[in-house]
């Protein structure tokens, strides 16, 4: 284990490469392989084919990522964690699958002993995994979302209650002026609008603005010093 700056965690192995870190928020990067079963005489190639099984040269599909959304969501929820997303994308000969990871509710973020845990679950889920959705050589990456990312669903807005965000508002009916941007401390939101506190600038008091979310272009968190 290494840890690394602003508090990002990778997981390697020596043999299989230097490691790799990304600001998506703390990430354990595993590269893997089918490296198969040790025994007291050696190394038993799993599942009887080679272990340097190339991938076609295809760009990864939706239906692969459905799948591996399929295998892994349970794993991630018994770890009492939210998978967000999974990303599948080719680095080279292989394939890089970053798992994203979140928690279900409240404003707390993912530990980093709970990251690694259930990167070691959804690496043994993928390896042990038949039919092999990842037959050849692949990394794989377990991230948090970090302190700075978008905000796409309801349960994201509701975890960034109390940080600050910054909204692209739309001109859309029932708004007075737009486009625009606002960058504020998120206070409260649901399904139909949420509520603002914006800092007052140049002299002038802050306000609290009441937004519409159908008004909303874009949204995400923010760190402000």
């Known amino acids: 284990m290494v840890v690394r700056e602003e508090g990002i965690w990778i997981f390697f192995h ?6 790799r870190a990304t600001r998506e928020g703390e990430t354990i990067v595993k590269p893997q392989r089918r490296k198969g079963v040790k ?14 099984q190339p991938r076609p040269s295809r760009l990864p599909s939706e239906d692969l990522v459905a799948e591996l959304r399929e295998l892994l969501e349970p794993v991630v929820k018994q770890a009492d964690l939210y998978l967000e997303k999974i990303q599948v994308k080719r680095a080279g000969a292989k394939l890089r699958v970053e798992v994203y ?6 404003t707390d973020s993912v530990g980093s002993k709970q990251l690694e845990e259930v990167s070691r679950q959804i690496s043994a889920t993928l390896d042990g995994a038949e039919p092999d959705p990842l037959p050849g050589a692949y990394d794989l990456e377990v991230s948090s979302l970090g302190a700075e990312h978008e905000l796409t669903s309801l349960r994201l807005f509701e975890r960034a209650v109390g940080k600050d965000v910054e909204l692209r508002v739309g001109a859309t009916q029932g708004e007075p002026v737009g486009p625009r941007t606002l960058i504020g401390k998120l206070e409260d939101v649901d ?7 914006v800092p007052g600038v140049k ?11 159908k008004a909303l272009e874009s949204a995400r968190t923010v760190v402000i010093f």
């Open 101 to 106: 990871v979140d928690l279900p509710a409240g």
């Open 14 to 19: 020596k043999s299989h490469g230097s490691p």
């Open 39 to 52: 025994t007291n005489s050696g190394v038993k190639p799993a599942r009887n084919r080679p272990t340097t």
């Open 191 to 197: 399904p139909e609008e949420l509520r603002l506190a």
């Open 203 to 213: 002299g002038r008091p802050g306000q609290t603005e009441i937004i519409a979310m």
